[in-house]
């Protein structure tokens, strides 16, 4: 869930903002993939990946989140009928301010938001110039993952993220028709067993989720407009990214891995792909939750993508902001 539409109603502080890097927070080992080495001036970007599980939260940490919020925010939680669904939708709005805050000598209060024509969050105008930083974010079941990316040397760019809980109940086959494009159900099909079917299926979802989410466009464009080629994990190649952290309770809790096998450059097929280049990650952070990240540049060659992940508690972020 992406924090629904709002108007921009504060202006920001005026600060000097050069390179940013996370404060507040455990630094992350980094991978470099499609390149070596960041030489001065080169086109890349810096991809920050923050994992957060959903949670109960104290009364006292409750009302400072709350008081981060606009007043449209605010308004827009309580009208979720559902608690839970009120207290995850004040966990995504503060945990995305918060994580914000990491990279600037703004408070989570001063973030202000705008919104495309399809409702797709990004800082205003005035805050990207500022500090530099695109966002994108996603949550599924107890998970929300936030991205943070900073490209140099490049006009402009798109950026995707997108978490997914495989579902047991969920009926694959009717969506197939619907949302996949037919090479990918063919090759999905092609799989031995309906387990494996099931796991492409959800892999493939958080894949063409990151896609859309980077266009800007959501379900307005067609799921079965563009294709991603995912071969068998044991076909791929990936590289090993540290999951940073200290929260050993969180680990504990979720059985996460303290490294992330990425695959890098998914193959994909799209009607952009002559005017956009591509460079789409994948993961798994469980058997039960995988990710994707899905970047976009008029460059008509990869550019560097130093990418770092991070485990966080809501409560962690909420007492360093």
Not at 89 to 113: I, T
Not at 126 to 153: P, Y
Not at 265 to 279: A, K, M
Request: proline share 5%; aromatic share 10%.
């Amino acid at each position: 869930m992406n924090p629904d539409h709002n108007a921009a109603e504060c202006a920001p502080q005026s600060q000097n903002m050069t390179e940013h890097q996370p404060q507040n927070t455990e630094k992350p080992n980094p991978v470099v993939s499609d390149a070596q080495t960041l030489g001065k001036g080169e086109r890349s970007v810096n991809v920050d990946l923050f994992f957060i599980p959903f949670s109960e939260m104290s009364s006292l940490h409750t009302v400072l989140a709350q008081s981060w919020l606009s007043d449209d925010e605010r308004t827009k939680v309580a009208r979720y009928r559902d608690p839970k669904a009120q207290k995850k939708g004040l966990q995504v709005r503060a945990a995305l301010r918060a994580v914000l805050s990491c990279y600037a000598d703004l408070s989570p209060k001063e973030w202000c938001f705008e919104y495309s024509a399809k409702g797709k969050p990004s800082l205003t105008a005035q805050l990207r110039q500022q500090t530099g930083l695109e966002f994108n974010l996603s949550h599924s079941g107890d998970w929300l993952v936030i991205g943070v990316a900073q490209f140099h040397g490049l006009e402009s760019a798109l950026f995707g993220v997108d978490i997914e809980r495989s579902r047991p109940k969920t009926d694959i086959f009717p969506i197939l028709n619907h949302y996949f494009s037919s090479q990918e159900t063919t090759a999905l099909l092609a799989l031995a067993d309906e387990s494996s079917q099931r796991q492409r299926f959800f892999d493939l979802w958080a894949l063409k989720e990151s896609y859309i989410k980077a266009t800007g466009l959501g379900l307005a464009q067609s799921l079965k407009s563009f294709a991603f080629e995912l071969k068998p994990f044991e076909q791929l190649s990936n590289v090993s990214l540290k999951l940073s952290g200290q929260n050993a309770e969180v680990r504990q809790s979720y059985d996460i891995a303290p490294m992330l096998s990425i695959y890098p450059n998914i193959p994909l097929q799209s009607s952009d792909t002559e005017v956009l280049y591509w460079q789409t990650y994948f993961g798994r952070l469980t058997n039960e939750y995988r990710f994707a990240v899905s970047l976009a540049h008029a460059n008509n060659v990869a550019i560097a993508v130093k990418l770092t992940a991070q485990l966080s508690s809501i409560e962690s972020l909420i007492v360093s902001a």
